[in-house]
């Protein structure tokens, strides 16, 4: 099986069981001339709806605070992060006494379709040692009903949308990079949820690498 499809149906499986969506991270990198930890993150949402740039930075400000990082929600001042100088951003940076600023945004939508076979499973009931005929063998009718037991699942096709985010982390002295993460989430109704597993993945990356 193609390791993107099955990739794929993995995280469809564990949607329509779990009930809710998945994460996960497709390419991550830190620069090996970084070696210290970051204490206050100055947080970029970059997104169309504002509301759901709020849900994003005002929930990783809560789980930053989970690691002892201290997070600054950006929308509180730059009305419109998709728009904004750099300039500007870095003066919002350094007025908020960040040691770095983390942009996130998505990149890339796509859908998947992943399609599960159908399948006829069936029961023969037959000789067994100590064979003595069960009480429905009395009357041919209730034989014949029981004789085999036929389960028959039809063939589903599941189409899921998942999206392709982008993190980096940049050092407010030096706006060098210091980390950078592609991830990929499928899609679910409940934004909240969505955004909370994506901001856990982002925050447990940095935990591994040794910045938060």
């Given amino acids: 099986m193609n390791c993107r499809y099955a990739w794929i149906k993995g995280l469809a499986l564990t949607l329509l069981v779990a009930g809710c969506s998945s994460t996960t991270i497709t390419g991550s990198w830190k620069s090996p001339d970084y070696t210290g930890q970051v204490k ?3 947080l970029v949402g970059i997104a169309k709806q504002e509301t759901t740039r709020r849900i994003f930075e005002d929930e990783f400000r809560k789980q930053l605070a989970t690691y002892g990082v201290t997070g600054v929600s950006s929308y509180n001042d730059l009305p419109d992060s998709g728009e ?3 300039e500007i951003i870095a003066a919002k940076v350094r007025d908020s006494g960040a040691d770095s600023v983390l942009l996130t945004r998505a990149i890339s939508k796509r859908t998947e379709q992943v399609v599960n076979s159908g399948r006829i499973s069936s029961y023969d009931y037959g000789p067994r040692s100590g064979y003595y005929p069960d009480p429905y063998y009395r009357n041919y009718g209730s034989y014949y009903a029981r004789s085999r037991e036929i389960t028959y699942q039809p063939a589903t096709v599941s189409q899921f949308e998942i999206v392709t985010v982008e ?11 210091i980390w950078s993460a592609q991830l ?3 899609v679910e109704a409940n934004l909240e949820k969505l955004l909370a597993d994506l901001i856990e993945t982002i925050t447990k990356d940095l935990k591994s690498d040794g910045l938060i």
């Avoid at 993190?167 to 990079?177: C, H, K, R, T, W």
């Fill in 40 to 42: 206050k993150i100055y």
């Fill in 84 to 86: 904004v100088d750099k």
């Fill in 167 to 177: 993190a980096n982390l940049y050092s407010a002295s030096s706006a060098e990079l």
């Fill in 184 to 186: 990929e989430t499928i």
